[in-house]
Antibody
Framework: QVQLVESGGGVVQPGGSLRLSCATS????????VHWVRQAPGKGLEWVAL????????YYSNSVKGRFTISRDNSLNTLYLQMNSLRPEDTAVYYC??????????????WGLGTMVTVSS | QSVLTQPASVSGSPGQSISISCTEV?????????VSWYQQYPGKAPKLMIY???KRPSGVSDRFSGSKSGNTASLMISGLRAEDEADYYC???????????FGGGTKVTVL
């Protein structure tokens, strides 16, 4: 049974840090490109970052570049997002999502349930 | 930078067919890549409905279909049902930053 379970969300003050995790099971995690996608309350989906299947390449949206770091541990089947210098506009539900091998980027076939991050003083 | 434009809302009666457009506007160069489409219910994670323009994942109803003409992709829903009432997002990959772009979303209402 395929599972993606995000954790690590919470309330943090502006300028603070959080580390999100996405624990996966039931599929060959090490063969997938994986992404973080977020959704601010009442707003649409926004792509955040992606990491290649082996972790050698990472790409970020302009809104988080230089503040967020995506990483993965294929031995633990887990994806991470280190978020630093958080801003109120980072408040959102953060989803991890998988992109199957050989499919176009942006083809997210599996999603987690999401974890809420609130940046507020 | 690629931008994807969707109508804010589309509505239809049960049994009817509707179409949701997704138009790519790029200030540098047109990518015209194949899009994916997602369905999202309030408070739930998105679900992949169409990928690479017109491919349907296993388990998705054949009432959903995708097409593309020029710089506009479309998601068609035939035989509209109450359960189709949701938000729908298109998405594409770009050859340069920001790499993956979502449209603004379309709320489908079943009258």
């Amino acid at each position: 049974q395929v599972q993606l379970v995000e954790s690590g969300g919470g309330v943090v003050q502006p300028g603070g840090s959080l580390r999100l995790s996405c624990a996966t099971s039931g599929f060959s995690f090490s063969t997938y490109v994986v992404h973080w996608v977020r959704q601010a309350p009442g707003k649409g989906l926004e792509w955040v970052a992606l990491i290649s299947f082996d972790g050698s390449s990472q790409y970020y949206s302009n809104s988080v570049k230089g503040r967020f770091t995506i990483s993965r541990d294929n031995s633990l089947n887990t994806l991470y997002l280190q978020m630093n210098s958080l801003r109120p506009e980072d408040t959102a539900v953060y989803y991890c999502a998988t992109n199957p091998p050989r499919w176009l980027l942006g083809s997210f076939d599996m999603w987690g349930l999401g974890t809420m991050v609130t940046v507020s003083s | 930078q690629s931008v994807l434009t969707q109508p804010a809302s589309v509505s239809g009666s049960p049994g009817q067919s509707i179409s949701i457009s997704c138009t790519e506007v790029d200030s540098d160069v047109a990518t015209y890549t194949l899009v994916s489409w997602y369905q999202q219910y309030p408070g739930k994670a998105p679900k992949l409905m169409i990928y690479e323009g017109s491919k349907r994942p296993s388990g998705v109803s054949d009432r959903f279909s995708g097409s593309k003409s020029g710089n506009t992709a479309s998601l068609m829903i035939s035989g509209l049902r109450a359960e189709d009432e949701a938000d729908y997002y298109c998405c594409l990959s770009a050859p340069h930053g920001p790499w993956v772009v979502f449209g603004g979303g379309t709320k489908v209402t079943v009258l």
